[in-house]
């Protein structure tokens, strides 16, 4: 079967920095997504890896390991707005999103 | 509009009804998703569109049909409403299936008593 597992919730301090795993197996693999999901909203993009390495957006950087199916979103900086679930998508073999549970980070002043 | 809106909002519904959630873009993407997400669950896809005129299944379709009878439109219909259908409902669009950067509307949370 299909699976994302990335943790359920995490907690961090303002200013400090935040790592997300997320781990995955599914049939083929076509590109690795994250999203950030504030409460009571719809999902945003924030990143795309599709080759191995690391992407970096402002704050923000998502590391991407096709061979060991793992994946981390880093977040730097914290700013009690970044208060939200982060979700980890997988594009499989078909071209289907598969998306994780996701991870709730709750910063903390 | 701009990029992608669902209607209603929020719905109370009584089981055994029907009802139809309403998702519209305009942005020219060829690629449609209703998902559901419930807590502690992630999204889960119900029905995707790859082009109009095209319908497929996605990993829980039990219950709900769609259409897609122009690029704009992907009308989700629970033709007679469950309890267990009670979640919050979000369109996605992308610009094609193989692109899959999907932008979601605000969503809509359905109550089915």
């Known amino acids: 079967g299909q699976n994302i597992d990335q943790p359920t919730e995490m907690t961090a301090t303002e200013g400090a920095i935040v790592q997300i795993n997320c781990t995955y197996q599914t049939s083929g693999f076509n590109g690795l997504f994250w999203y950030q999901q504030h409460a009571g909203e719809a999902p945003t993009f924030l990143s795309y890896?599709?080759l191995d390495g690391l992407e970096e957006k402002g704050r923000f950087s998502s590391f991407l390991s096709r061979s060991k199916g793992y994946s981390y979103l880093l977040l730097k900086e914290l700013q009690m707005k970044d208060s939200a679930s982060y979700l980890c998508?997988?594009?499989?073999?078909?071209?289907?999103?598969?998306w994780g549970a996701g991870t709730k980070l709750i910063i903390k002043p | 509009i701009a990029g992608i809106t669902q209607a209603p909002t929020s719905q109370i519904l009584a089981a055994g009804r029907r009802m139809t959630l309403r998702c519209t873009q305009d942005?020219?993407?060829?690629?449609m998703y209703w998902y559901r997400q419930d807590l502690g669950l992630g999204l889960r896809l119900i029905h995707y569109s790859n082009t109009a005129g095209t319908t497929g299944k996605g990993e829980v379709p039990d219950g709900y049909s769609v259409s897609r009878a122009n690029t704009d439109d992907f009308p989700l219909t629970l033709a007679s409403a469950v309890p267990s259908q009670t979640s919050v409902y979000f369109c996605?669009?992308?610009?094609?299936?193989?692109?899959?950067?999907?932008?979601f509307g605000p969503g809509t949370r359905l109550t089915v008593l």
């Open positions: 942005m020219r993407h060829n690629a």
């Open positions: 998508a997988v594009t499989d073999s078909n071209y289907q999103l598969i």
């Open positions: 890896n599709v």
């Open positions: 996605a669009s992308s610009r094609g299936p193989d692109n899959n950067e999907q932008f």
